[in-house]
Nanobody
Framework: QVQLVESGGGSVQAGGSLRLSCAASRRFPSTYTMGWFRQAPGKEREFVSSMLLSGASTRYAESVEGRFTISRDDAKNTVYLQMDSLKPEDTAVYYC????????????????WGQGTQVTVSS
């Protein structure tokens, strides 16, 4: 069973930056996808960003396009989410996700989940 462990959450003021990390307990094949979802209080979990581990494709939710950047370090089995120009509406628990198929929206099936890391953006 694969484990995904997130880190890097915290509290920042609007306009600030955070970088989330997600370390997988083993290396996924390049055909797998890793990415991020988030869930704000009282709202459903929503897709944020994903990356096909071959590097062939990345996707972003419209709400974060141009502000967030997903990247990976294959040597560390780690995926990152660089979050810049943060807004109060980015406040949520961020979950790392992994799947054998490509996912790029909220309804996509995901096989592996991390435990979540809290991001709080104050105005």
């Amino acid at each position: 069973q694969v484990q995904l462990v997130e880190s890097g959450g915290g509290s920042v003021q609007a306009g600030g930056s955070l970088r989330l990390s997600c370390a997988a307990s083993r290396r996924f094949p390049s055909t797998y996808t890793m990415g991020w979802f988030r869930q704000a209080p009282g709202k459903e979990r929503e897709f944020v960003s994903s990356m096909l581990l071959s590097g062939a494709s990345t996707r972003y939710a419209e709400s974060v396009e141009g502000r967030f950047t997903i990247s990976r370090d294959d040597a560390k089995n780690t995926v990152y989410l660089q979050m810049d120009s943060l807004k109060p509406e980015d406040t949520a628990v961020y979950y790392c996700a992994g799947n054998s198929g490509f996912f790029y929206d909220t309804r996509a099936p995901v096989a592996y989940w991390g435990q979540g890391t809290q991001v709080t953006v104050s105005s």
